[in-house]
Protein backbone atom coordinates (compact mmCIF):
# COMPACT_ATOMS: atom_id res chain seq x y z
CA UNK A 1 0.00 0.00 0.00
CA UNK A 2 1.10 3.31 -1.10
CA UNK A 3 0.07 6.65 0.56
CA UNK A 4 0.86 10.07 0.16
CA UNK A 5 0.00 11.19 3.18
CA UNK A 6 2.32 12.11 5.63
CA UNK A 7 2.02 10.08 8.72
CA UNK A 8 2.19 10.68 12.93
CA UNK A 9 2.67 8.52 15.43
CA UNK A 10 1.87 9.05 19.59
CA UNK A 11 3.11 7.38 22.57
CA UNK A 12 1.58 8.10 25.48
CA UNK A 13 2.66 7.56 28.90
CA UNK A 14 1.35 8.23 32.55
CA UNK A 15 -2.45 8.84 33.39
CA UNK A 16 -5.87 9.32 31.87
CA UNK A 17 -4.67 12.54 31.78
CA UNK A 18 -1.93 12.62 29.39
CA UNK A 19 -4.21 9.20 27.08
CA UNK A 20 -7.21 12.39 27.03
CA UNK A 21 -4.76 15.31 26.07
CA UNK A 22 -2.93 12.22 23.32
CA UNK A 23 -6.68 12.15 21.84
CA UNK A 24 -6.76 15.38 21.64
CA UNK A 25 -3.80 15.79 20.05
CA UNK A 26 -4.34 13.17 17.50
CA UNK A 27 -7.59 15.14 16.29
CA UNK A 28 -5.84 18.08 15.79
CA UNK A 29 -2.84 15.66 13.55
CA UNK A 30 -6.03 13.66 11.55
CA UNK A 31 -7.25 17.55 10.88
CA UNK A 32 -4.18 18.37 9.43
CA UNK A 33 -4.03 15.77 7.21
CA UNK A 34 -1.90 13.71 8.89
CA UNK A 35 -2.67 9.48 9.04
CA UNK A 36 -1.99 7.63 11.81
CA UNK A 37 1.41 5.25 12.02
CA UNK A 38 1.16 2.79 14.82
CA UNK A 39 4.64 2.01 13.91
CA UNK A 40 6.81 5.33 14.74
CA UNK A 41 9.73 4.12 12.34
CA UNK A 42 7.19 5.07 9.67
CA UNK A 43 5.97 8.42 10.85
CA UNK A 44 6.93 11.72 9.85
CA UNK A 45 5.92 13.49 12.72
CA UNK A 46 6.46 11.46 16.10
CA UNK A 47 5.09 12.88 19.54
CA UNK A 48 5.77 11.16 22.53
CA UNK A 49 3.24 12.62 25.16
CA UNK A 50 5.28 11.89 28.64
CA UNK A 51 5.14 11.21 32.30
CA UNK A 52 7.61 12.21 35.09
CA UNK A 53 5.70 11.54 38.21
CA UNK A 54 8.02 8.97 38.55
CA UNK A 55 11.84 8.98 37.78
CA UNK A 56 11.37 5.46 36.06
CA UNK A 57 8.46 7.05 33.95
CA UNK A 58 10.53 10.07 33.17
CA UNK A 59 13.82 7.67 31.77
CA UNK A 60 11.48 5.50 29.90
CA UNK A 61 11.06 8.64 27.82
CA UNK A 62 14.92 9.30 27.14
CA UNK A 63 15.32 6.08 26.09
CA UNK A 64 12.45 6.32 23.25
CA UNK A 65 13.66 9.44 22.22
CA UNK A 66 17.29 8.61 21.69
CA UNK A 67 16.13 6.31 18.95
CA UNK A 68 13.85 8.36 17.31
CA UNK A 69 17.13 11.49 17.60
CA UNK A 70 19.25 8.96 15.44
CA UNK A 71 16.99 7.97 13.13
CA UNK A 72 16.61 11.66 12.28
CA UNK A 73 20.34 12.03 11.11
CA UNK A 74 18.97 9.91 8.42
CA UNK A 75 15.38 11.39 8.09
CA UNK A 76 16.14 14.96 8.44
CA UNK A 77 12.08 16.19 7.55
CA UNK A 78 11.81 13.88 10.69
CA UNK A 79 9.71 16.07 12.99
CA UNK A 80 10.00 14.99 16.68
CA UNK A 81 7.76 16.33 19.65
CA UNK A 82 7.75 15.99 23.16
CA UNK A 83 4.23 16.83 24.91
CA UNK A 84 3.38 16.37 28.68
CA UNK A 85 4.79 16.82 31.34
CA UNK A 86 8.62 15.81 31.03
CA UNK A 87 8.19 18.81 28.28
CA UNK A 88 6.73 21.34 30.68
CA UNK A 89 9.62 20.20 33.57
CA UNK A 90 12.44 20.66 31.68
CA UNK A 91 11.19 23.16 28.96
CA UNK A 92 14.67 24.27 27.06
CA UNK A 93 16.80 22.13 28.91
CA UNK A 94 15.27 18.99 26.66
CA UNK A 95 16.93 21.18 23.46
CA UNK A 96 20.25 20.97 24.76
CA UNK A 97 19.98 17.35 25.88
CA UNK A 98 18.23 16.25 22.45
CA UNK A 99 18.85 19.21 19.91
CA UNK A 100 17.31 16.95 17.44
CA UNK A 101 13.87 17.83 19.14
CA UNK A 102 11.72 20.53 17.10
CA UNK A 103 8.79 21.19 19.35
CA UNK A 104 8.93 20.65 23.48
CA UNK A 105 4.92 21.60 24.61
CA UNK A 106 3.39 21.40 27.56
CA UNK A 107 0.14 19.95 28.41
CA UNK A 108 -1.67 23.44 28.74
CA UNK A 109 -0.49 23.56 25.04
CA UNK A 110 -2.16 20.48 23.78
CA UNK A 111 -5.32 22.48 22.24
CA UNK A 112 -2.34 24.46 20.40
CA UNK A 113 -0.67 21.67 18.73
CA UNK A 114 -1.16 22.88 15.16
CA UNK A 115 -0.22 26.31 15.93
CA UNK A 116 3.20 25.11 16.95
CA UNK A 117 3.59 22.98 14.34
CA UNK A 118 3.15 25.38 12.04
CA UNK A 119 5.68 27.31 13.27
CA UNK A 120 8.18 24.21 12.95
CA UNK A 121 7.46 23.45 9.55
CA UNK A 122 8.01 27.06 9.15
CA UNK A 123 11.71 26.04 10.25
CA UNK A 124 11.76 27.16 14.03
CA UNK A 125 12.37 25.10 16.88
CA UNK A 126 9.89 25.45 19.26
CA UNK A 127 9.59 25.49 22.94
CA UNK A 128 5.86 26.07 24.28
CA UNK A 129 5.95 25.83 28.27
CA UNK A 130 4.32 29.23 29.50
CA UNK A 131 1.45 29.24 31.34
CA UNK A 132 -1.73 29.60 29.16
CA UNK A 133 -5.48 29.75 30.11
CA UNK A 134 -6.60 26.69 28.63
CA UNK A 135 -8.98 27.30 25.36
CA UNK A 136 -12.13 25.28 24.53
CA UNK A 137 -10.94 22.54 21.79
CA UNK A 138 -12.85 23.19 18.64
CA UNK A 139 -11.09 19.87 17.37
CA UNK A 140 -13.16 16.58 17.25
CA UNK A 141 -10.16 14.48 19.16
CA UNK A 142 -9.25 10.74 17.84
CA UNK A 143 -10.35 8.73 20.45
CA UNK A 144 -8.98 5.25 20.80
CA UNK A 145 -12.52 3.36 22.41
CA UNK A 146 -16.07 3.69 20.25
CA UNK A 147 -17.59 3.07 23.73
CA UNK A 148 -15.72 4.45 26.29
CA UNK A 149 -14.63 8.29 26.42
CA UNK A 150 -12.86 10.36 28.55
CA UNK A 151 -14.31 14.20 29.40
CA UNK A 152 -11.95 16.38 31.00
CA UNK A 153 -14.05 18.62 33.99
CA UNK A 154 -10.68 20.02 35.22
CA UNK A 155 -7.30 20.76 34.55
CA UNK A 156 -3.96 21.63 36.83
CA UNK A 157 -4.14 21.17 40.81
CA UNK A 158 -3.98 23.56 43.46
CA UNK A 159 -2.64 21.08 46.15
CA UNK A 160 1.06 20.76 47.30
CA UNK A 161 2.13 17.49 48.05
CA UNK A 162 4.95 17.26 49.16
CA UNK A 163 6.23 14.65 47.29
CA UNK A 164 4.22 15.44 43.75
CA UNK A 165 5.19 17.31 40.43
CA UNK A 166 1.96 17.30 39.13
CA UNK A 167 1.60 21.48 40.34
CA UNK A 168 4.16 21.85 39.11
CA UNK A 169 3.69 20.20 35.58
CA UNK A 170 -0.39 20.78 35.02
CA UNK A 171 -0.81 24.03 36.36
CA UNK A 172 -3.27 25.68 38.60
CA UNK A 173 -6.93 24.38 38.16
CA UNK A 174 -8.45 25.81 35.47
CA UNK A 175 -12.49 24.15 35.26
CA UNK A 176 -14.51 23.71 32.41
CA UNK A 177 -17.73 25.35 32.35
CA UNK A 178 -20.76 23.23 32.93
CA UNK A 179 -22.40 24.57 29.67
CA UNK A 180 -18.99 22.72 27.57
CA UNK A 181 -19.04 19.80 29.42
CA UNK A 182 -22.31 18.50 28.88
CA UNK A 183 -22.38 19.63 25.44
CA UNK A 184 -19.06 17.09 24.77
CA UNK A 185 -21.07 14.47 26.46
CA UNK A 186 -24.41 15.02 24.35
CA UNK A 187 -21.89 14.96 21.14
CA UNK A 188 -20.37 11.54 22.69
CA UNK A 189 -23.79 10.27 23.66
CA UNK A 190 -24.80 10.73 20.06
CA UNK A 191 -21.78 9.20 18.41
CA UNK A 192 -22.79 6.25 20.69
CA UNK A 193 -20.55 6.06 23.23
CA UNK A 194 -21.95 4.38 26.01
CA UNK A 195 -19.60 5.45 29.09
CA UNK A 196 -17.98 8.82 30.38
CA UNK A 197 -15.25 9.10 32.78
CA UNK A 198 -14.98 12.65 33.54
CA UNK A 199 -11.31 13.77 34.42
CA UNK A 200 -9.85 15.46 36.85
CA UNK A 201 -6.67 15.71 39.45
CA UNK A 202 -8.94 16.64 42.40
CA UNK A 203 -12.19 16.26 40.41
CA UNK A 204 -13.90 16.77 43.26
CA UNK A 205 -12.20 20.38 43.58
CA UNK A 206 -14.00 20.91 40.41
CA UNK A 207 -15.82 24.71 40.12
CA UNK A 208 -14.30 26.80 43.07
CA UNK A 209 -12.00 28.75 40.21
CA UNK A 210 -15.59 29.55 38.62
CA UNK A 211 -17.39 32.13 39.66
CA UNK A 212 -20.32 32.17 41.80
CA UNK A 213 -21.56 30.81 45.15
CA UNK A 214 -24.85 30.03 46.72
CA UNK A 215 -26.47 32.07 49.48
CA UNK A 216 -24.57 29.52 51.92
CA UNK A 217 -21.41 30.82 50.29
CA UNK A 218 -21.02 27.37 48.71
CA UNK A 219 -19.44 27.32 45.28
CA UNK A 220 -22.42 27.36 42.63
CA UNK A 221 -20.59 24.65 40.72
CA UNK A 222 -19.42 22.02 42.98
CA UNK A 223 -18.33 18.66 41.39
CA UNK A 224 -22.19 17.54 43.03
CA UNK A 225 -23.96 19.99 40.92
CA UNK A 226 -22.33 18.70 37.74
CA UNK A 227 -23.11 15.44 38.39
CA UNK A 228 -26.99 16.20 38.61
CA UNK A 229 -26.20 18.51 35.45
CA UNK A 230 -24.95 15.91 33.21
CA UNK A 231 -26.40 12.69 34.66
CA UNK A 232 -29.36 12.67 31.94
CA UNK A 233 -27.26 13.22 28.61
CA UNK A 234 -29.12 10.74 26.10
CA UNK A 235 -27.46 7.71 25.27
CA UNK A 236 -24.84 7.56 28.11
CA UNK A 237 -25.62 4.71 30.35
CA UNK A 238 -22.73 5.13 32.41
CA UNK A 239 -20.53 7.52 34.23
CA UNK A 240 -17.27 7.10 36.05
CA UNK A 241 -15.03 10.16 37.49
CA UNK A 242 -11.74 9.96 38.90
CA UNK A 243 -9.15 11.35 40.71
CA UNK A 244 -11.07 11.49 44.03
CA UNK A 245 -9.25 13.92 47.05
CA UNK A 246 -10.32 12.93 50.28
CA UNK A 247 -9.94 16.28 51.29
CA UNK A 248 -12.78 17.65 48.62
CA UNK A 249 -14.94 14.32 49.37
CA UNK A 250 -18.20 15.46 51.04
CA UNK A 251 -21.36 13.67 51.89
CA UNK A 252 -23.63 15.09 49.59
CA UNK A 253 -21.73 13.68 46.47
CA UNK A 254 -21.72 10.78 48.22
CA UNK A 255 -25.62 10.79 48.03
CA UNK A 256 -25.22 12.13 44.46
CA UNK A 257 -23.85 8.73 43.42
CA UNK A 258 -26.13 7.02 45.38
CA UNK A 259 -29.15 8.92 43.90
CA UNK A 260 -27.84 8.98 40.14
CA UNK A 261 -28.61 5.62 38.43
CA UNK A 262 -25.82 5.88 35.86
CA UNK A 263 -23.15 6.97 38.11
CA UNK A 264 -21.02 3.52 38.46
CA UNK A 265 -20.81 2.55 42.34
CA UNK A 266 -17.00 2.90 42.03
CA UNK A 267 -14.91 5.91 43.93
CA UNK A 268 -11.19 5.84 43.15
CA UNK A 269 -10.17 7.74 46.35
CA UNK A 270 -6.23 7.50 46.83
CA UNK A 271 -5.00 8.14 50.51
CA UNK A 272 -1.54 7.38 49.82
CA UNK A 273 -0.35 6.55 53.26
CA UNK A 274 -2.08 5.15 56.48
CA UNK A 275 -0.24 6.99 59.13
CA UNK A 276 -1.67 10.43 60.23
CA UNK A 277 2.15 11.83 60.37
CA UNK A 278 3.14 10.95 57.29
CA UNK A 279 -0.18 12.49 55.87
CA UNK A 280 1.20 15.86 57.34
CA UNK A 281 4.44 15.38 56.21
CA UNK A 282 2.85 14.63 52.61
CA UNK A 283 0.47 17.59 53.20
CA UNK A 284 -2.62 15.61 52.33
CA UNK A 285 -4.70 17.80 54.34
CA UNK A 286 -6.43 14.66 55.72
CA UNK A 287 -5.97 11.86 58.60
CA UNK A 288 -6.53 8.32 58.42
CA UNK A 289 -9.56 8.44 60.80
CA UNK A 290 -11.12 10.93 58.19
CA UNK A 291 -10.46 8.89 54.98
CA UNK A 292 -11.91 5.82 57.00
CA UNK A 293 -15.20 7.94 57.84
CA UNK A 294 -15.67 8.46 54.10
CA UNK A 295 -15.48 5.33 53.39
CA UNK A 296 -17.70 4.30 55.95
CA UNK A 297 -20.11 6.75 54.54
CA UNK A 298 -20.07 5.48 50.75
CA UNK A 299 -20.92 2.21 52.03
CA UNK A 300 -23.57 3.60 54.27
CA UNK A 301 -25.54 4.95 51.09
CA UNK A 302 -23.66 1.56 48.81
CA UNK A 303 -23.09 -1.25 50.92
CA UNK A 304 -21.51 -2.82 47.48
CA UNK A 305 -19.84 0.24 46.07
CA UNK A 306 -15.97 -0.91 44.82
CA UNK A 307 -13.05 1.58 46.16
CA UNK A 308 -9.73 1.76 44.92
CA UNK A 309 -6.96 4.01 45.57
CA UNK A 310 -3.27 4.59 45.46
CA UNK A 311 -0.71 4.39 48.16
CA UNK A 312 3.21 5.52 48.32
CA UNK A 313 5.37 3.33 50.13
CA UNK A 314 8.91 4.45 51.81
CA UNK A 315 8.52 8.51 52.06
CA UNK A 316 10.99 10.28 53.78
CA UNK A 317 10.90 9.30 57.41
CA UNK A 318 8.34 6.59 56.94
CA UNK A 319 8.74 4.56 59.77
CA UNK A 320 8.78 0.38 60.14
CA UNK A 321 5.28 1.30 62.68
CA UNK A 322 4.19 3.92 59.78
CA UNK A 323 4.29 1.81 56.92
CA UNK A 324 2.21 -0.99 58.66
CA UNK A 325 -0.34 1.45 59.33
CA UNK A 326 -0.35 1.65 55.47
CA UNK A 327 -1.03 -2.24 55.82
CA UNK A 328 -3.77 -1.79 58.32
CA UNK A 329 -5.55 0.79 56.43
CA UNK A 330 -5.40 -1.84 53.69
CA UNK A 331 -6.52 -4.96 55.92
CA UNK A 332 -9.33 -3.35 57.24
CA UNK A 333 -10.76 -1.36 54.37
CA UNK A 334 -10.49 -3.70 51.74
CA UNK A 335 -9.64 -2.45 48.63
CA UNK A 336 -10.82 -3.63 45.27
CA UNK A 337 -7.83 -2.54 43.64
CA UNK A 338 -4.63 -0.27 44.79
CA UNK A 339 -2.22 1.14 42.59
CA UNK A 340 0.75 1.17 44.96
CA UNK A 341 4.64 2.80 44.48
CA UNK A 342 7.34 3.50 46.00
CA UNK A 343 8.87 6.78 46.99
CA UNK A 344 10.63 8.76 44.01
CA UNK A 345 12.68 12.19 44.72
CA UNK A 346 11.15 14.82 42.15
CA UNK A 347 12.86 17.93 41.19
CA UNK A 348 11.25 20.86 42.04
CA UNK A 349 9.40 19.34 45.13
CA UNK A 350 10.09 19.72 48.84
CA UNK A 351 10.01 16.12 50.10
CA UNK A 352 13.06 15.66 47.19
CA UNK A 353 15.24 17.66 49.65
CA UNK A 354 14.58 16.50 52.78
CA UNK A 355 17.80 14.20 54.41
CA UNK A 356 15.50 11.88 55.99
CA UNK A 357 15.45 9.55 52.47
CA UNK A 358 14.96 5.80 52.87
CA UNK A 359 17.08 3.30 50.79
CA UNK A 360 15.64 1.21 47.77
CA UNK A 361 16.20 -1.54 49.98
CA UNK A 362 13.58 -0.91 52.42
CA UNK A 363 11.24 0.93 50.07
CA UNK A 364 11.04 -2.11 47.54
CA UNK A 365 10.57 -4.63 50.56
CA UNK A 366 7.78 -2.08 51.74
CA UNK A 367 6.28 -2.39 48.08
CA UNK A 368 6.68 -5.88 47.84
CA UNK A 369 4.68 -6.81 51.50
CA UNK A 370 1.96 -4.19 50.84
CA UNK A 371 1.30 -5.61 46.85
CA UNK A 372 1.13 -8.86 48.39
CA UNK A 373 -1.80 -7.67 50.89
CA UNK A 374 -3.31 -6.02 47.90
CA UNK A 375 -3.68 -9.31 46.08
CA UNK A 376 -5.02 -11.22 49.01
CA UNK A 377 -7.50 -8.61 49.85
CA UNK A 378 -8.98 -8.22 45.91
CA UNK A 379 -9.39 -11.98 45.63
CA UNK A 380 -11.20 -11.60 48.70
CA UNK A 381 -13.29 -8.60 47.43
CA UNK A 382 -13.91 -10.55 44.17
CA UNK A 383 -15.64 -13.55 45.78
CA UNK A 384 -18.53 -11.18 46.02
CA UNK A 385 -19.48 -11.45 42.49
CA UNK A 386 -19.17 -15.55 42.76
CA UNK A 387 -22.57 -16.65 41.24
CA UNK A 388 -24.34 -13.19 40.75
CA UNK A 389 -25.44 -11.28 37.41
CA UNK A 390 -23.94 -8.18 36.92
CA UNK A 391 -23.76 -5.89 34.32
CA UNK A 392 -21.16 -5.64 31.89
CA UNK A 393 -19.99 -3.20 29.13
CA UNK A 394 -19.01 -4.47 26.34
CA UNK A 395 -15.69 -3.08 24.89
CA UNK A 396 -13.24 -5.19 22.89
CA UNK A 397 -12.35 -8.70 21.89
CA UNK A 398 -10.59 -10.60 24.64
CA UNK A 399 -6.93 -10.42 23.25
CA UNK A 400 -5.88 -13.83 24.35
CA UNK A 401 -9.34 -15.40 23.05
CA UNK A 402 -11.12 -14.36 19.82
CA UNK A 403 -14.49 -16.61 21.15
CA UNK A 404 -14.43 -14.30 24.71
CA UNK A 405 -15.76 -10.80 24.69
CA UNK A 406 -14.24 -7.97 27.74
CA UNK A 407 -15.69 -5.23 29.39
CA UNK A 408 -16.40 -3.97 32.47
CA UNK A 409 -18.70 -4.29 35.84
CA UNK A 410 -20.07 -1.15 36.99
CA UNK A 411 -17.63 -1.41 39.90
CA UNK A 412 -14.71 -1.52 37.04
CA UNK A 413 -13.57 -5.38 37.27
CA UNK A 414 -12.84 -6.47 34.23
CA UNK A 415 -15.19 -9.21 32.69
CA UNK A 416 -14.66 -11.59 30.41
CA UNK A 417 -17.53 -13.82 28.34
CA UNK A 418 -18.16 -16.12 25.59
CA UNK A 419 -19.61 -13.83 22.64
CA UNK A 420 -19.36 -12.39 19.11
CA UNK A 421 -17.61 -8.84 19.39
CA UNK A 422 -19.49 -7.73 16.29
CA UNK A 423 -22.90 -7.95 17.54
CA UNK A 424 -22.10 -7.11 21.67
CA UNK A 425 -19.36 -4.54 20.98
CA UNK A 426 -20.77 -1.35 23.11
CA UNK A 427 -23.93 -3.63 24.26
CA UNK A 428 -24.93 -3.55 27.96
CA UNK A 429 -24.94 -7.28 28.89
CA UNK A 430 -26.06 -9.52 31.90
CA UNK A 431 -23.81 -11.94 32.77
CA UNK A 432 -23.40 -14.63 35.37
CA UNK A 433 -20.45 -15.03 37.26
CA UNK A 434 -18.80 -17.76 37.00
CA UNK A 435 -15.03 -17.18 38.17
CA UNK A 436 -13.13 -14.92 40.00
CA UNK A 437 -9.76 -13.73 40.16
CA UNK A 438 -8.18 -10.89 41.86
CA UNK A 439 -8.22 -8.59 39.42
CA UNK A 440 -10.80 -10.23 36.83
CA UNK A 441 -13.58 -12.00 36.26
CA UNK A 442 -15.32 -14.97 33.68
CA UNK A 443 -19.42 -15.22 33.19
CA UNK A 444 -22.08 -16.19 31.08
CA UNK A 445 -24.02 -14.11 29.06
CA UNK A 446 -27.43 -14.09 30.30
CA UNK A 447 -29.27 -11.24 28.97
CA UNK A 448 -28.85 -8.01 26.32
CA UNK A 449 -30.10 -4.47 27.94
CA UNK A 450 -31.84 -3.39 25.24
CA UNK A 451 -30.61 0.44 24.00
CA UNK A 452 -33.08 3.36 24.96
CA UNK A 453 -33.92 5.06 21.86
CA UNK A 454 -31.66 8.55 21.62
N1 LIG B 1 -4.28 13.80 42.10
C1 LIG B 1 -4.20 12.47 42.53
C2 LIG B 1 -2.99 11.69 42.08
C3 LIG B 1 -2.19 12.09 40.92
S1 LIG B 1 -0.60 11.36 40.71
C4 LIG B 1 -4.23 12.49 44.05
O1 LIG B 1 -3.97 13.48 44.67
O2 LIG B 1 -4.46 11.46 44.62
C5 LIG B 1 -0.96 9.64 40.74
C6 LIG B 1 -0.30 8.90 41.87
O3 LIG B 1 1.10 8.86 41.71
C7 LIG B 1 -0.48 9.51 43.24
O4 LIG B 1 -1.72 9.21 43.78
C8 LIG B 1 0.66 8.93 44.02
O5 LIG B 1 0.27 7.75 44.65
C9 LIG B 1 1.70 8.65 42.96
N2 LIG B 1 2.84 9.56 43.10
C10 LIG B 1 2.84 10.88 42.91
N3 LIG B 1 4.08 11.39 43.14
C11 LIG B 1 4.86 10.34 43.48
C12 LIG B 1 6.24 10.20 43.85
N4 LIG B 1 7.04 11.25 43.92
N5 LIG B 1 6.70 8.96 44.13
C13 LIG B 1 5.89 7.89 44.07
N6 LIG B 1 4.59 7.95 43.74
C14 LIG B 1 4.08 9.16 43.45
FE1 LIG C 1 -0.19 15.61 43.16
FE2 LIG C 1 -1.34 16.05 45.46
FE3 LIG C 1 -2.16 17.36 43.29
FE4 LIG C 1 -2.66 14.77 43.55
S1 LIG C 1 -3.44 16.40 44.89
S2 LIG C 1 -1.90 15.80 41.75
S3 LIG C 1 -0.86 14.02 44.58
S4 LIG C 1 -0.20 17.57 44.31
FE1 LIG D 1 2.30 11.67 34.77
FE2 LIG D 1 1.69 14.12 34.18
FE3 LIG D 1 -0.21 12.35 34.63
S1 LIG D 1 3.34 13.50 35.47
S2 LIG D 1 0.70 10.96 36.07
S3 LIG D 1 1.21 12.31 32.98
S4 LIG D 1 -0.23 14.49 35.21
Avoid at 146 to 175: D, F, M
Wanted: net charge negative.
Amino acid sequence: MTTSKRRYHITTFGCQMNKADSERMAGILEDMGFEFSEDPNHADVILYNTCTIRDNAEQKVYSYLGRQAKRKHEQPDLTLVVAGCVAQQEGEALLRRVPELDLVMGPQHANRLKDLLESVFGGNQVVATEPVHIMEDITQPRRDSKVTAWVNVIYGCNERCTYCVVPNVRGVEQSRTPEAIRAEMEELGRQGYKEITLLGQNIDAYGRDLPGSTSEGRHLHTFTDLLYYVHDVPGVERLRFATSHPRYFTERLIKACAELPKVCEHFHIPFQSGDNDVLKAMSRGYTHEKYRRIIDTIRKYMPDASISADAIVGFPGETEAQFENTLKLVEDIGFDQLNTAAYSPRPGTPAALWENQLSEEVKSDRLQRLNHLVAIKAAERSQRYFGRIEEVLVEDQNPKDPTQVMGRTGGNRLTFFTGDINELKGQLVKVKITEVRAFSLTGEPIEVRQALPV
